[in-house]
Antibody
């Protein structure tokens, strides 16, 4: 069974930093692109970042470029999102999502809440 | 960025009746490889999203056959043939043809 378990969310002040982690199991992690998707409270879904199988290719939505870094450790079956210079508008539930094939995502974690507030 | 526009945004439905959600994209979603990467997700209250349909019309494993997807180019539809209580939630379309991937605003399905 595919499982994605996020951790690392919490309350952080504007301008602060946070590192999210995602532990993957139930599939061959190193064979899949992985994605972070976020959802602001009561709002819709927004793709944040992608990373390919070996970490050599990364893409970001414009609003987080230069502030967020996606990375992975295939030996640990783990995905990460390093978030710096956080803003109030980054407040959201962040989901770790498997990219199940070209141009799609399939399995989602339960999400971790990031709140940016003073 | 490709803008995905869903309608309606709110859909009250009587149990056992059909429901239909439209999703329109600002650009064609036909990829250079010939595939159309348009997918549908369901998010039940308090849960993570779950994919229902991939590449326009393919149902994911375990998805009831009352859900169906259709469309082409820039115009797509998700249909529920007979709404059941467990179908309450928000439905999103998503395109994976163009970077960045983008989602529709969501359609909230509720029981009348």
């Amino acid at each position: 069974e595919v499982q994605l378990v996020e951790s690392g969310g919490g309350l952080v002040q504007p301008g602060g930093s946070l590192r999210l982690s995602c532990a993957a199991s139930g599939f061959t992690f190193r064979s899949y692109w992985m994605t972070w998707v976020r959802q602001a409270p009561g709002k819709g879904l927004e793709w944040v970042a992608n990373i390919n199988q070996d970490g050599s290719h990364k893409s970001y939505v414009d609003s987080v470029k230069g502030r967020f870094t996606i990375s992975r450790d295939n030996a640990k079956n783990s995905l990460y999102l390093e978030m710096n210079s956080l803003r109030a508008e980054d407040t959201a539930v962040y989901y770790c999502v498997r990219a199940g094939g070209v141009g799609s995502v399939d399995y989602w974690g339960q999400g971790t809440l990031v709140t940016v507030s003073s | 960025d490709v803008v995905m526009t869903q309608s309606p945004l709110s859909l009250p439905v009587t149990l056992g009746q059909p429901a239909s959600i439209s999703c329109r994209s600002s650009q064609s979603l036909v990829h250079s490889d010939g595939n159309t990467y348009l997918h549908w997700f369901q998010q039940r209250p308090g849960q993570s999203p779950r994919r229902l349909i991939y590449k326009v019309s393919n149902r994911d494993s375990g998805v009831p056959d009352r859900f169906s997807g259709s469309g082409s180019g820039t115009d797509f539809t998700l249909k529920i043939s007979r709404v059941e209580a467990e179908d309450v939630g928000v439905y999103y379309c998503m395109q994976g043809t163009h970077w960045p991937w983008t989602f529709g605003q969501g359609t909230k399905v509720e029981i009348k």
